[in-house]
């Protein structure tokens, strides 16, 4: 299994390409902050599959991430007596215990969850869906998973 930092150096060489690809042949640019933040997205989304690892870097960084919205949301609780602010850190631990029971390189490998994890990225801009696409793709590929 290779580590975070080679999933994302190989986004960035596989972007790279895209993108230099995409300069030179379609005269196709970006601006910069489409650049940088569609760059955020797609290193995140490369490591995004191993969320199935128990000791991964994105289990850790969902784990500390869902733990502060579920303060947040229970804080607000407090003050806002909205249940929904219940419900929210309830899925996030219950979307985390389920992860225990994910097998590595199962469902969270596939390209069908790529695709769903990306799409709502379009509510943002349709950029970021396809850096996020190649971030997980690009995933997959250094798995060898795509081509199974
Ligand atoms: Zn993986």
Redesign the pocket.
């Known amino acids: ?1 290779p580590s975070y930092k080679v999933h994302i150096f190989g986004y960035l060489v596989m972007v790279g390409i895209l993108l230099l690809l995409s300069d030179k042949l379609l005269n196709f640019h970006l601006s910069i902050e489409t650049l940088i933040f569609g760059n955020i997205i797609g290193i995140l989304y490369s490591i995004l ?2 969320m199935d690892t128990p000791s991964s870097k994105m289990r850790k960084i969902l784990g500390r991430l869902f733990l502060a919205a579920s303060i947040i949301c229970l804080l607000a609780f407090v003050f806002l007596r909205r249940m929904e602010l219940i419900y929210i850190p309830l899925m996030l631990i219950l979307f985390l215990y389920l992860l225990w029971f994910s097998r590595h ?1 199962g469902l969270f ?1 596939t390209p069908i969850i790529g695709i769903l994890l990306s799409l709502p990225l379009y509510l943002i801009d349709l950029y970021y869906v396809g850096f996020a696409i190649i971030g997980f793709f690009s ?1 997959l590929v250094l ?1 060898n998973e795509v081509f199974r």
């Open positions: 299994m599959p191993d390189r490998h995933h798995d």
